[in-house]
């Protein structure tokens, strides 16, 4: 303090400091200061070390951090972030983690410190309200305990003019505020200078806050193992691998603590503690759902103690849903399937649900309109269920959600009738049934095979079969056949001699579209035994038309072509319009097989009216593509391609993708037969393409066999050979013995094109030998006539002509005079190019 002296004006001059109280000024005036006080910015607790799968989010915290940042396209720097997520997932680290970063940037970033103050939010007996958090804060920011004021509305003041002071001298502060229950606690805490920076944590989206919100979630396998391991390594040193020892056992355990950084670090110190204890110990120890959260335990954590706090934070609304929950076999649930579960509105359900997610007990799936919860949440929450059993009736619950998803797919099913006729008013067309199926898949396919189990054997025997038109529309086979085997030891275990004939029935339907014939083939026997015990002659007609198909596929054609027959003539009697359509279709195939071609035309021609007179559309578009083959076999091209330009497009209305394939596949056959080869190969590639998005193998290696036979005629061998080869290994793959003798065959005939004969001989060599262990003798002769023309051209005449000799025996026992001129015109070249090398 200083006088200017002369009676002039007195000047004060106060220095090295922050005043937020009275400075009195005057002449020969002593001020007694207070003892120095050292600001504490440095409460920052200490990072982990084991720190993994969170780069991305921090990299987005420190972005927001960033000083000046935020201001491009006119938008303000964000000052306030907000952090939330699930009890256990990680938050305090990543703030931590991220203002340590921050304070330690090479720019200087927050030259004036940090302040952390954890909240305890969701502790009832340690929560910080916001004036006692405001007192430590200010006592952090040197302001002496005298001059901090009482009520909340005046230490936010103080405290918010103390951190504008600073940021105004260049002294810039990271407040980090964690774990905030409510935006009332977290609040008063942040700054509004416009350059200080605050990091917010919270179990709960706080959207009141005026903050940039960062939810935050799971940690990915890898980062799970990575996590696992570091800890260990951290705990006991480097020389400490029971983690990448075990890769199998790591990865058992980061599954079945489903990403949840809390579990991972409990597990390693676990494993930590026991030194001997081997990986796969603990993760079997972790398989039993009823005592995992048990296991995921140490003396000062617990996963268990981490959800209570969220839990008991609950309203008695939001606890209830929460713990009806995980009744819900699926790996989501609806906002209709909650509101069964709760019996209450879609409305008052989805408030519910959004309590519940942004307490982040529960997360937003994709549609808006469904819901997730963590793996171990739901283990929590089933156990808070199981002992509010009575209170919640737990039991009607679990009813009414079955009862919704049985009567819902039964509706759908309407839909999805390809005849016309009564359609269920719950969905306004076949699309919003389909997108509903769609959504429930995975819902109605683990309903139906629990439920017998909890109860409910109704369920799962009504849902296998309401389902079975839905699974086999978007060829979902394996879960098919689950949920029939299912339903058929529910009929046995009750002596439903009905339902077991039907369930057998669309069990050998299922078991066909995996190529699993011969099972296929002994399913639908039974299914026909069952129904003939009963005097169901419908049924049975129905069993006798599968069993005919499964015939047909392992190549028992005169076996086929009896049942199909007795199948048409079982419909015409009961006057089944459809059925008899189906089976004359299937009779058609049948006669195909056997180079019956005009019976074949004759049976596709009337089922053709049958399905155009009762207005199926689905089974016109069959109609017409399987005449179109039975067309070019006789040589009627442009007409065969007409059938299959018009099946092509009947599905493609109908979005059958795997008939519009079929179609396409076809239609380039007959368009390669009149020379349109650039027209067949794009078919053939349209089809591949259908093939591949459905997962099609069996379809894929035909489209693959079809474009190569394309390619072959317009000279792209190279392409035509590469397409060969793939088809051949998708039919080893399948185990498909005829379709492997097929490519082998027509792999060797596009590799006698480019000159590579021994490769060529080699194939048919191959081919020959499938087609005789098949007992195909129409493929033996087509694999000797072209064995015989690649052993010609390495002019190996002798065994040629034996080939081409045998080729002819062959096709004249099969009446097959196409096959056989093609033959005997090759014996021909053959026995012609040996006379003239000889002479």
Request: contains cysteine.
């Amino acid at each position: 303090m200083s006088d200017a002296g002369g009676g002039g004006a007195t000047s004060n001059t106060i220095t090295g400091g922050f005043f937020f109280h009275a400075v009195v000024q005057g002449r020969d005036i002593t001020v007694q200061l207070p003892p120095q006080i050292t600001p504490a910015l440095s409460g920052l607790p200490a990072p982990v070390s084991a720190f993994t799968g969170r780069d991305k989010h921090v990299e987005q915290l420190l972005a927001d951090l960033a000083p000046g940042t935020g201001s491009a396209g006119g938008q303000r720097a964000v000052l306030v972030s907000a952090v939330s997520g699930l009890a256990g997932i990680g938050k305090t680290e990543l703030a931590v983690q991220t203002a340590t970063r921050a304070l330690n940037h090479p720019d200087d970033w927050f030259p004036g410190g940090v302040l952390f103050t954890d909240l305890a939010g969701y502790d009832a007996e340690r929560r910080v309200p916001p004036e006692r958090a405001l007192e430590g804060l200010l006592r952090a920011l040197a302001i002496p305990g005298e001059h901090i004021p009482n009520g909340l509305e005046d230490r936010q003041r103080l405290y918010r003019s103390v951190l504008a002071a600073y940021a105004r001298e260049g002294r810039r502060i990271l407040v980090v505020v964690d774990n905030a229950s409510t935006t009332g606690q977290a609040s008063p805490l942040l700054p509004t200078d416009g350059t200080t920076a605050a990091l917010v944590t919270s179990r709960h989206t706080l959207d009141g806050l005026d903050a940039r919100l960062r939810d935050l979630g799971t940690l990915d396998e890898a980062a799970s193992t990575a996590l696992l391991d570091q800890a260990l390594r951290h705990a006991r040193g480097r020389q400490d691998t029971r983690i990448t020892d075990d890769p199998q056992a790591a990865t058992v355990i980061a599954r079945l603590c489903a990403g949840l950084p809390l579990a991972l670090r409990i597990a390693a110190a676990t494993l930590a503690a026991a030194p001997t204890r081997p990986a796969a110990s603990l993760a079997a120890a972790l398989q039993a759902e009823h005592t995992r959260l048990d296991k995921l335990a140490r003396p000062d954590r617990a996963v268990r103690a981490a959800f209570d706090l969220s839990y008991q934070y609950l309203t008695p609304e939001q606890a209830r849903l929460f713990r009806l929950l995980p009744l819900n076999p699926g790996p989501d649930v609806s906002t209709d399937g909650a509101a069964h579960l709760a019996d209450t509105g879609p409305d008052q359900a989805e408030t519910l649900l959004q309590h519940l997610a942004e307490a982040h007990l529960i997360e937003p799936s994709q549609p808006w309109g469904r819901w997730r919860m963590h793996d171990l949440v739901r283990l929590y929450a089933d156990e808070h269920g199981r002992t509010h059993a009575t209170p919640d009736q737990r039991d009607n619950a679990r009813t009414r959600l079955f009862t919704h998803y049985q009567d819902t797919t039964q509706a759908a099913d309407t839909h999805l009738d390809t005849l016309p006729g009564p359609r269920a008013p719950h969905f306004p067309d076949r699309a919003a049934a389909l997108q509903w199926l769609d959504a429930e898949h995975a819902n109605l396919t683990a309903t139906a095979t629990t439920a017998p189990a909890l109860g409910h054997p109704a369920t799962t025997t009504s849902l296998a079969f309401s389902l079975a038109p839905y699974l086999d529309y978007r060829r979902y086979f394996d879960d098919w056949i689950t949920l029939t085997t299912t339903a058929l030891t529910v009929f046995r275990e009750f002596g439903d001699r009905h339902g077991e004939g039907a369930a057998l029935n669309n069990l050998g339907l299922a078991l066909q579209e995996v190529r699993r014939f011969e099972e296929a083939i002994d399913t639908h026997t039974q299914a026909a035994a069952v129904y003939r015990e009963l005097g169901d002659r419908h049924g049975e007609g129905q069993a006798l038309g599968n069993l005919g198909l499964a015939l047909r596929q392992v190549r028992r054609f005169e076996e086929a072509i009896d049942t199909h027959t007795q199948a048409v003539a079982v419909f015409r009697e009961l006057g089944d319009r459809h059925g008899e359509g189906t089976e004359l279709n299937n009779l058609g195939l049948a006669l195909v097989e056997v180079r019956r071609f005009e019976e074949a035309i004759d049976a596709h021609t009337q089922d053709l009216a049958v399905f155009r007179e009762l207005g199926d559309r689905h089974g016109e578009g069959m109609a017409l593509n399987n005449l179109g083959n039975a067309l070019r076999e006789v040589g009627r091209f442009e007409e065969a391609i007409d059938a299959h330009t018009r099946a092509a497009a009947v599905c493609l209305e109908l979005g059958d993708r795997h008939g519009e394939g079929q179609a396409l596949n076809n239609l380039g056959t007959a368009l390669r037969e009149v020379g349109r080869f650039e027209e067949a190969i794009d078919a053939h590639t349209q089809d591949l393409a259908v093939c591949r998005e459905l997962g099609d193998r069996h379809g894929e290696g035909q489209a693959l066999n079809n474009l190569g036979i394309a390619l072959r005629k317009v000279g792209r061998f190279e392409e035509a050979i590469d397409a060969h080869t793939q088809d051949l290994a998708v039919c080893r793959e399948l185990g498909d013995r005829h379709g492997e003798g097929m490519a082998l065959n027509n792999l060797g005939n596009a590799l006698r094109k480019v000159g590579r004969f021994e490769e060529a001989i080699d194939a048919h060599t191959q081919d020959l030998a499938v087609f005789r262990e098949l007992g195909d003798r129409h493929g033996e002769g087509m694999a000797l006539n072209n064995l015989g023309n690649a052993l010609r051209e390495v002019r190996r005449f002798e065994e040629a002509i034996d080939a081409h000799t045998r080729a002819v025996a062959v096709f004249r026992e099969l009446d097959d005079r196409h096959g056989e001129g093609a033959a005997l015109t090759a014996w021909a070249i053959t026995h012609n190019e040996r006379w003239l090398r000889r002479s």
